[in-house]
């Protein structure tokens, strides 16, 4: 299991705790149709899960009641699809945000979000709208 601490840097040696709840277990799905498959089966047998990207932002939100599974999203990433000239980008929910900003950069294009945290995951920025201090001249992910 692996665990995220405030520093955000996994420690695979411990049990991942969230708000004092630890999950008896850890899915690291690699694809959309897995995810869709582990949230079916969690539905199925009444179990909950809890959603975490890089953890950058796991202290948001009200604390969980009980948490079955900690479905990670990391493994579910990477650029579907990029087409420069029609300023379009696809990524998948556990994509770094510095990964899509560095392979739009080569096109002079670059996605207008300064989230406040190093690390964060489109999936994430996305979950809980976060924004930098340069929100008022950017917009915000809804803006967007």
Known sequence: MSSIQQNNVP???APMTIDGIEPGRTARPGSAREVAELLSDLDQSDET???IGAG???ELGMPPLRADVALETTRVSGIVELEAANMVCTVRAGTPLADV???LAPHGQRVPLD???IGSTIGGIVATASTGPRRSSLGAVRDL
Do not use: L
């Open 49 to 51: 899960a809890i959603i």
């Open 101 to 103: 900003q560095r392979e």
């Open 11 to 13: 420690d695979p040696k």
């Open 56 to 58: 950058t932002k796991i």
């Open 115 to 117: 989230p406040p945290h």
